[in-house]
């Protein structure tokens, strides 16, 4: 299944309170590569501020996950891009949150548009894929990477 964002997408806002204290939240990431690049954000908000991640985040009430993917992608970069499959999935537990994570990949409908950061996401750009893992990375995004042959290396 793939899904393409259109902008006609409207689900309901999710609110703080749609999961009790305690209760993990569903979020997406969007893993995007471009020939030898991949696309990453540093992240501008808590948990993890300031450390560099996939585009990504929370799936609100009501909306598909493909659909999710391509909405935080377009609010953290400006781009468009259709989801494909899959990749793998992961849990992130830290004081006051509990996030469980599937990361899709995804292919740009245009890859001469140049990013640019929004939303949560202070800065935007495309890393070679052999320096990703030099980068100040969100705990455990450079073995998850590689893991999954996104990334060669991970030392």
Do not use: K, Q
Not at 59 to 64: F, I, K, M, N, T
Not at 122 to 148: C, I, K, Q, T
């Amino acid at each position: 299944m793939t899904w393409a964002a259109t902008g006609d997408e409207r689900p309901e806002p999710m609110t703080e309170t749609d999961a009790p204290p305690g209760v993990p939240v569903l979020a997406v990431g969007a893993v995007v590569r471009r020939d030898d690049d991949l696309l990453l954000i540093r992240r501008g908000r808590e948990p993890a501020a300031g450390e560099w991640s996939i585009p990504g985040g929370r799936v609100r009430r009501g909306e598909l996950l493909a659909a999710a993917v391509v909405r935080e992608l377009r609010e953290e970069t400006g781009l468009v891009g259709v989801c494909g499959h899959l990749i793998d999935w992961v849990e992130r537990l830290g004081a006051g949150y509990h996030y469980v994570i599937l990361d899709f990949h995804v292919t740009l409908l245009d890859n001469d548009v140049d990013p640019v950061a929004g939303d949560d996401a202070s800065e935007v750009r495309w890393v070679p894929v052999y320096d990703v893992a030099e980068m100040h990375l969100v705990e455990g995004l450079a073995e998850f990477l590689h893991d999954n042959g996104i990334i060669p290396t991970i030392v």
